[in-house]
């Protein structure tokens, strides 16, 4: 099991954010709103990649990030992660972080 | 750190002095100019737009080259290359802000930015003769739909590499087998419906693993819908761009963090080309090919297939500028002379390529097909390429033995902006052919 939340570094309020993690038994994770430079609250999922599909719908409407595939994209291993989404052009960008024990104060 | 003197603020295209040579100075020895940039011509990446009236003499070159001292649109490029990979505001001009970033101390290697950001498996194929079946197609596309999109897919690597693709029956054991597949499908990595993740492929197998087992193969997640238009319906997924991504995992290469390249890990819509660093990557892994021979033909050989979509016609020097009637399509052929039989030994097809210029996007190259008399050998559907095209290539994926003689179609579709919005300047058109 690993924990995730999602970090908000696109400079608008998002209104929902939601990531599929890997595989057909994993439902979707719904993160709900996230301020600007703020972080979600960590939800447990049984499998984090460097990569998820994600969702967002915010001021400019709704955008996805959409993976080709996880090929070479091991699991990680059981901890707390930070999604961080930013925008790169009007281009939504993810990198994902694992979080220190310091940063470990939920959201 | 240089210690020479201070780069001035306030430099822009058309400036002169010395104050320009020293930017340039500075562009060279970090890799934006000169030497890296050309290989950065070579992989199409640099613009060279053609002013009207511009004739051949101020073509040679003109990807390369700059005149010292002289801050024209090659420097300006340079610039732009420099602050992108600054991060600074992308203008062309040496700003304070820019100005001031190379002045700063630094190191004296070459930034050659973006080259070197894909990852490898650490896998490749120890042959460079790889045959492929397509299992099954899916019902989305008929059959011959996919059988295009997959070569058109492998042309993209075939173009900057030895290798070389060839389809074969399932019981010939290929290294690489296609297939569509919903759910779980036998691989221990079952596939999650619609959107999630679009595909997967598996890195090369190495001996003495056998040819025939899983590695290499590419997966298509039957969930999704599937197209070969470009621009996609809503919600439906371009075969071509993925098939690409796909077999460059098959061909051995990772993920890279290079936001344009086609092995980043994100879809994003159609992008039917390998990029700088894509090309970095698979070369890392099967090197580029021997070219045997060469041969290029002047843009003033353009046939036109439909004279009355044509508006206007002209030759300058050895380039032809067409401006096409607005809302229109219309083909343009090359012959290239072609040398069939070398020294005894029949050659081979390697990768077309074209250099020109369009208006931009009112005048889209949007299929390049490749003959050899009048078989087809490779064809690049909605490629969608506009603006300036120094050296854009080709691939053939089989590269078969040159036969009769190649030829090389250019599909364009006319928009409705102005005329020089509408104008194609067709420059060159190439093969490179193997032994
Ligand atoms: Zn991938
Ligand atoms: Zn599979």
Not at chain 1, 60 to 85: C, H, I, K, M, S
Not at chain 2, 368 to 389: F, K, P, T
Request: charged content about 20%; overall charge negative; glycine content about 12%.
């Amino acid at each position: 099991m690993a924990r995730v939340r999602v970090r908000n570094d696109t400079g608008s309020r998002l209104d929902a954010v939601r990531i599929h993690p890997p595989g057909r038994e994993q439902d979707p994770v719904d993160f709900g709103p996230v301020e600007v430079g703020g972080s979600s609250d960590y939800r447990e999922v049984r499998d984090v990649r460097r990569f998820a599909r994600v969702e967002v719908s915010g001021p400019g409407g709704d955008r996805a990030l959409q993976p080709f595939d996880l090929v070479g994209e091991e699991a990680l291993p059981p901890g707390r992660y930070t999604y961080r989404l930013g925008l790169a052009g009007d281009r939504l960008t993810l990198d994902l972080e694992a979080d220190r024990e310091a940063d470990d104060a939920p959201g | 750190m240089t210690g020479q003197t201070e780069i001035r603020a306030d430099l822009a295209e058309g400036t002169t002095g010395d104050e320009v040579d020293q930017v340039q100075g500075y562009l060279e020895r970090f890799g934006y100019l000169g030497p890296i940039a050309e290989r950065f011509a070579a992989f199409g990446s640099q613009p060279f737009p053609l002013a009207e009236g511009d004739d051949l003499a101020d073509l040679v070159g003109r990807p390369a080259g700059v005149e010292r001292g002289t801050f024209d649109s090659a420097t300006a490029d340079a610039v732009r290359r420099f602050q992108e990979f600054a991060g600074l505001s992308v203008t062309g001009v040496v700003d304070g802000a820019t100005a001031a970033r190379m002045n700063a101390p630094r190191c004296g290697n070459p930034d050659a930015p973006d080259l070197a950001e894909f990852s490898t498996s650490g896998r490749k194929w120890a042959t460079t003769n790889l045959r492929y079946a397509i299992d099954n197609t899916t019902p989305d596309l008929s059959p011959g739909q996919v059988t295009t999109a997959v070569e058109q897919a492998f042309a993209l690597w075939a173009g900057h590499t030895p290798l070389r693709f060839t389809p074969v029956a399932m019981s010939a054991g290929p290294e690489i087998v296609i297939r569509f597949a919903a759910g779980d499908h036998g691989d221990g990595s079952p596939f999650d419906g619609p959107s999630g993740v679009l595909a997967h492929a598996f890195f090369p197998s190495v001996p003495p693993a056998p040819v025939t087992a899983i590695m290499g193969d590419a997966h298509f997640d039957e969930a999704e819908t599937w197209t070969v238009t470009v621009p996609p319906a809503a919600g439906t997924i371009d075969l071509v761009t993925v098939a690409a991504h796909e077999f460059g995992h098959s061909l051995g290469l990772g993920h890279s963090s290079v936001a344009g390249a086609l092995m980043a890990p994100f879809y994003g819509g159609p992008h039917r080309a390998v990029e700088a660093d894509d090309i970095a990557g698979i070369q890392s892994l099967y090197g580029g090919f021997p070219i045997a021979h060469a041969m290029w033909t002047h843009g003033t050989d353009l046939h036109v297939e439909v004279d009355a979509n044509v508006e206007s016609i002209q030759r300058f020097g050895f380039f032809t500028r067409v401006v096409g009637r607005p809302n229109t399509t219309n083909w343009y052929h090359f012959a290239v002379p072609t040398p069939v039989i070398v020294d005894g030994n029949r050659l081979a097809f390697a990768r077309a390529m074209l250099r020109l210029v369009t208006g931009g996007p009112d005048a889209v190259v949007r299929d390049v097909h490749v003959y050899d008399g009048s078989s087809r050998i490779a064809a690049h559907q909605a490629v969608n390429l506009s603006g300036s095209l120094p050296f854009a290539v080709f691939g053939v994926p089989h590269k078969p033995d040159v036969f009769w003689g190649a030829g090389i179609s250019v599909g364009v579709r006319t928009g409705t902006g102005s005329t020089a919005e509408r104008r194609m300047d067709f420059i060159s058109a190439g093969i490179d052919f193997l032994r």
